[in-house]
C-alpha cells in the first residue's frame, strides 16, 4: 500500500536516479513526519475555528505558562521567550486573557518593576478543557499503531534527537 509521500519519493528517486547522496528512506521519513505535524496544526487551529472568545493563540499562550519550567507563574518576558514571541507581542496576548480573566498580572512584591502572570482557575480550567481535547486529536492521529509499534517510533526517535543533541 502506498501514501502521498511514496508518489513524492518515487518523483524525486527517478530525478536523483544519478544521485548517490539522495537516500529515498531518508526523504520519506523526513516528509512523513512533517505531514503528520501539518496535519495536527491544521487539526489545532480548526479546534478554534470561529471562536474569537478562545483563540488558538490565547490557548498557546496559556499553555506556555501552564507547562514552563516555573510553578504556574511566569514574568512576560519568561512567556514570551518560552512562546518564542516578541515581548510586545506577548503583552497583548496577556491583556486578553487579563481581560477573559484567565491570567492575573500582579506586581512582584520583591521587586516592583517585574511584573507575575498566573493563571486563575478559570484559565486552569479552560486550559484543561482544550489540552484534553487535543490530546485526543493527538491519540487519533497515532491510532494506526499499536502500543508496541508506538513506544518503538518513540525509541527510533528519541535516538535521532539524542544525536542531534536535543
Known amino acids: ?10 518523483r524525486w528517486s527517478a530525478f536523483w536516479k544519478d544521485e548517490p547522496a539522495f537516500d529515498p528512506d531518508v526523504e520519506g521519513a523526513l516528509i512523513r513526519m ?4 501539518r496535519r495536527l496544526r491544521r487539526e489545532d487551529a480548526a479546534a478554534f475555528a ?3 472568545d ?3 493563540q490565547d490557548y498557546k499562550t496559556l499553555h ?3 507547562v514552563q519550567p516555573w510553578p504556574t507563574e511566569a514574568t512576560p518576558a519568561q512567556l514570551a521567550e518560552a512562546a518564542s514571541v516578541t515581548r510586545a507581542a506577548m503583552t497583548s496576548r496577556l491583556d486578553r486573557l487579563v481581560e477573559a ?3 492575573t498580572r500582579e506586581m512582584d512584591a520583591a ?7 498566573r493563571p486563575t482557575q478559570k484559565g486552569r480550567e479552560m486550559w484543561n478543557r482544550y489540552i484534553f481535547e487535543g490530546i485526543e486529536r493527538d491519540k487519533q492521529v497515532m491510532s494506526a499503531l499499536t502500543r508496541e509499534e508506538l513506544v518503538q517510533l518513540n525509541g527510533l526517535l528519541r535516538k535521532v534527537l539524542l544525536s542531534l543533541g536535543e
Open 111 to 117: 521587586d516592583r518593576r517585574r511584573m507575575i502572570i
Open 1 to 10: 500500500m502506498e501514501d502521498s509521500v511514496d508518489q513524492h519519493v518515487a
Open 34 to 37: 512533517i505531514h503528520i505535524q
Open 101 to 103: 480573566g484567565l491570567v
Open 64 to 66: 506556555v505558562l501552564m
Open 54 to 56: 478562545f483563540t488558538l
Open 50 to 52: 470561529g471562536s474569537e
